[in-house]
């Protein structure tokens, strides 16, 4: 720096609207104000936290069996994400070139990992409701086969006695026995109640 810009930080500095910490300087009013940061911070963490909802819910949808575990690895693995993303970024140009390739490639690699989660909740989504109608659906259709399988059996039964009834009585009309087989088509009409369906 000159003599007329060390000047100018003085003046600047006198009337504290500059300052300077090594080779930084902040100049009060060019930044954007708190309210506006916190907003901005706020919002990056909601999208972050809703970023993550699906990945965890769709490892704990792919690997069933140890849903703690799952939750854990998962949450370790979104955090090593965004702090070695935001690391990396804040520390582009002092970083090796084969370390940002590094990072990069672990990122990378983690963004796939995550990706996997989210295909798999949104699978189970697709998947799962329309499985769940369908079984519904088939279970409703073998209690109704059911039923109606019953039914004609029952049917059967109840057309085989009528069958023996009538045969019966075809008998006692041949023997010349009419009085048997009024009586006995008296005696039916009587137990129709029974031979209900």
């Known amino acids: 720096m000159g003599k007329d810009e060390n000047a100018l930080i003085r003046l600047w500095r006198e009337k504290r609207g500059v300052s300077r910490r090594g080779n930084i300087i902040t100049v009060a009013g060019g930044s954007p104000k708190a309210g506006i940061d916190v907003a901005a911070y706020a ?13 965890i819910k769709g490892m704990m949808v792919l690997f069933p069996g140890a849903p703690l575990a799952v939750v854990i690895m998962t949450v370790a693995i979104e955090t090593a994400e965004l702090v070695t993303a935001g690391w990396l970024a804040r ?3 002092v970083t090796a070139l084969v370390w940002r390739i590094a990072l990069v ?12 989660g989210v295909y798999a909740q949104l699978v189970a989504a697709q998947v799962g409701e329309r499985g769940a109608a369908t079984s519904a659906i088939e279970r409703q259709d073998a209690s109704l086969t059911a039923r109606t399988e019953v039914a004609a059996h029952t049917v059967a ?15 006692a ?6 009085v048997n087989a009024l009586t006995t088509r008296r005696d039916i009409a009587k137990l129709g109640a029974d031979w209900r369906i």
Do not use: C, Y
Request: aromatic residues 6%; proline residues 2%.
């Open 43 to 55: 919002a990056a963490i909601v999208l972050a936290g809703a970023a993550a909802f699906f990945p």
């Open 91 to 93: 520390r582009w140009r």
């Open 105 to 116: 490639r672990l990122v990378a690699g983690l963004a796939v990992i995550n990706s996997t």
């Open 157 to 171: 039964d109840v057309e085989r006695r009528l069958g023996q009834i009538d045969s019966i009585i075809e008998q």
């Open 173 to 178: 009309v041949k023997h010349g026995r009419t």
